[in-house]
């Protein structure tokens, strides 16, 4: 048995060991055990359903104090940002417990039998159905919103299906404690203790995305890490959707009006988006694409200032400060690369300085554009829209793509939408990538290798992850899941053909 | 250059050749022909994206007697069949034009700047935007609905995107006749010829789903070349979707109230579902669940019976001949497994006779039970519930799964069409799950290796499989998509988490 221990990125000490690599044979138990469960948890009426998903989101609520300590302690992180990172995951579950009341993401469709162009048809009723276990990967960078408790989570829970969490080792105890907590309160709500697993080690998580009982995987990491999960899936003997959110350079453009007109306010915006909680965000804009001359000059000026103010800042652990040392000394030695701003390269525990590097669009290749997970973003300068075109189009796709415009600006930029819609998933103008609003109209994913899904991890559709369709054909009322009766006219259905909101 | 010849199922004759095997080079330049229209047909209006869909339908329906001469003389299905089937597919064009027209499909989500209780919200619009070239593989079994023209074609057209179809070498006629057609269709009304393409061989269809710009696969054929496909994707830098639609058993449960019932309605009818078009339909009862005693043994006699009457019916293939000869021949053999129904072993060019089959649940193993493509078919009879379950729990799951009741029952099935219900995607009472309707509620899909996806490939949301979410944040009005812009208030759209009909 293997000890797993989580250390202090604020000094590099070890903390107290909470959790031990799980066996695959207890990964085995802890999944059927969640399999167990998985015909209540579906057909648990809605309203129960969301109120266990308040009876969570209270728990976490009310342990708020002990659990920002705890993730601070393990991941550096701070205060303000764990805080934030709480409410934000509370939010979320209150949120899908409005969103599967509100019903439409059941898709109901009813087709009355009767004639039609292509002779009798019969009477069809359909609807999205709870695939069963989802196993969940928690993330490094959000011990609270992408870990055992957050939006996958959630959204999983409210379709209706057990979640079996495979915890993050750089924060080990955070995992323990709200594993703890979100389970008390299921289980005090009513609820089987199998609706929420937890599994700690690599070995465990591999099992646990092999487990036959297992219908679909939600993972946010790295790309190396989503592709290894890949590769276990592959060898199942009935492959399941994995739905990845790996990696993502967010580049971010500066028209020359922009330039012209807000260099200053540019320059400082981006640098707080670029080392914001230290540039550990999946949509911290890895690269700022800044129009030659002057103006432009200006704004890597002002933001190089900016960064430079920013003090040493503790990163995740061990593993990601060491990579973030090697690709920024990979950057600074690159031809044509010139370095703007450069923090002390050690602090204590796993602290690094920020950095910001760059270079002519013609003196760099796209095979030198990379994500960069740390306080560090690269400018790359372009002389032409051909140019600027040219570098979107050949950087990997990502999570978002920002236009920061002029005062005046409009129409023509629809060509440059019309590329970074093929190339992101959020586009955006004049705001900053990081901040992701948990919305109904979000959408947090994109072409590979931001994820490799046509779905979204934030926002209310990342519930369509862990749902299948089934219909029903002449089937007797009795036998119907209550949605598909005639009497559920409290949720929007689409009736023959026609979209029928709720009555009364 | 290896000439693809098809064989005429009724003689054994091999027909004129009318393709050749597509070159790795030919595949890269139709793919990049089909890229280059791909912005194109998705920024097409809507209205003029149906307009093509029904100038396609049109010019199907107008080579009406050419089609189905063609394809009869490949596929050995009967003209009565395939007129059925060219009536299906140019429905479905038109269906898919009608859908794409009422907008529900695109999930327009407006979410306004605002107050929320997480803070500030930007601006947040999202839709649902088309992935790019589509890979389409045709089936043996449906020259016209499953094939060049079909549902998977007709939806990613609808969907925005191109289309290139990996040709059924049992019927190149027929697929080289359509795709003319077709694309001489679209080009007349005003589209650039790459939004269709056509490519031959094995080899050009693994080439086609490496092909860097193409975004998804809609499949439909055998585990086995599905699953090879899907290799060739994992070996992809982007992995992309795979909509196979696989192979399928589709258990019918007898009840004991509907065998004491309607013995001889039931047998006749399970006789012209397995054997209709040769029993080459994906959703073929393959395995008949009877009750055990004298009501069950009407069941079976009248199946028997009714089977016993159909003539020797010719295969789509040699392969598909050899096949059900030997898989037929195995059930023969394999011991607790009695023949009730058995046609001469063969006919003139591919020709079979029909098959079935029974076996006490208790002496079967699950592993004993697998789809035979063909007129073929299994009875198994059951004693208890318990006994019933077991075997729908352990055989593979399906597309379909169907309850055959007594005229009093209802409540009383609710448990197992929960268990059907998790192992199938349509549940069916009083019907046979061949013949699938092409409406807004269809589900042809279901857990693997029915399919490997949470989606269908016929009806209305078969589209979903083509399309992406994208969200724009804070975006001026001039470069939006027309349909999240304040005035397109004629489809159905989520405002503020409201859902809103459209106007006037």
Redesign the interface.
């Known amino acids: 048995m293997t000890t797993i221990t989580a250390t202090n990125p604020y000094t590099g000490a070890a903390l107290e060991s909470v959790a031990e690599e799980t066996s695959p044979e207890e990964v085995a138990a802890v999944v059927a055990e969640a399999a167990a469960t998985a ?1 209540w948890l579906s ?1 648990l009426p809605r309203s129960e359903r969301a109120a266990l998903l308040e009876a969570i989101a209270d728990a976490l609520e009310g342990a708020r104090e002990q659990i920002v300590e705890t993730a601070d302690s393990e991941t550096g992180l701070g205060a303000t940002r764990l805080n934030g990172e709480l ?2 995951t509370v ?1 979320q579950f209150r949120f899908f417990a ?1 969103v599967i009341t ?1 019903g ?1 993401y059941l ?1 109901v ?3 009355p039998a009767g004639d ?3 002779g009798p ?2 009477d ?3 609807m999205l ?1 709870a ?2 276990v989802v196993a969940v990967f928690g993330a490094s960078n959000f011990p609270l919103a992408f870990s055992v408790p957050g939006g996958d989570t959630a959204s999983a829970l409210a379709a209706g299906c057990p979640v079996v969490v495979k915890a993050h080792p750089s924060h080990p105890g955070t995992s323990v404690l709200c594993f703890q907590l979100m389970r008390d309160a299921a289980v005090a709500a009513g609820a089987p203790a199998g609706v929420l697993g937890l599994v700690h080690g690599q070995a465990a998580g591999v099992a646990l995305v092999k487990a036959p009982e297992v219908t679909a995987v939600g993972f946010t990491g790295s790309t190396g890490a989503g592709k290894a999960l ?2 276990a899936i ?1 060898e199942r003997d ?4 994995f739905y990845g959110e790996l990696s993502s350079i967010n580049p971010v453009v500066v028209t020359r009006a922009a330039a012209a007109e807000r260099a200053q306010e540019l320059g400082e915006g981006l640098a707080t988006s670029v080392t914001g909680s230290a540039g550990q965000l999946c949509t911290k804009p890895g690269l700022v694409l800044v129009p030659s001359g002057a103006e432009g000059d200006a704004v890597v000026t002002a933001m190089g200032q900016a960064m430079g103010r920013t003090s040493t800042v503790p990163l995740l652990n061990e593993r990601i400060r060491d990579s973030y040392r090697s690709l920024t000394e990979e950057y600074a030695q690159t031809p044509g690369v010139e370095q703007v701003a450069r923090g002390e390269a050690e602090g204590e525990g796993f602290g690094v300085g920020v950095a910001l590097f760059q270079a002519p669009a013609d003196e760099l290749s796209p095979d030198d554009i990379a994500e960069i997970f740390g306080p560090a973003s690269l400018v790359v300068r372009w002389d032409s829209p051909e140019q600027l075109d040219g570098v979107l189009g050949a950087v990997e ?1 990502s999570l978002t793509a920002t236009v920061q ?1 002029g005062s005046g ?3 023509e ?2 060509g440059l ?2 590329t970074l ?1 093929a190339h ?8 900053y990538p990081t901040g992701v ?7 947090h ?1 994109g ?3 931001a994820t ?5 991890s934030v ?3 990342a519930i ?2 862990w ?13 119907l899941p209550p949605e598909l009766r005639d009497d559920a006219t409290d949720i ?1 259905r ?1 009736v ?2 026609q ?1 029928v ?1 709720p009555q009364g």
């Open positions: 015909s057909e409410t934000r939010f409005s509100e439409s898709e469709t009813l087709d039609t162009p292509m048809r019969p069809l009723r359909r159905v695939t069963g890949m590769e592959a009935a492959p399941i959707p796709d415009t600006e409009g129409a930029l629809s939408t019309r819609q992101a998933g959020r586009i955006l103008f004049n705001a609003a948990v919305s109904w109209a979000q959408n994913g072409p590979w290798p490799n899904s046509q779905h979204t926002g209310a559709t369509r992850r749902l299948r369709p089934v219909v029903f054909q002449n089937a007797p009322e009795a036998v929007p689409r023959d053909g979209l909101l």
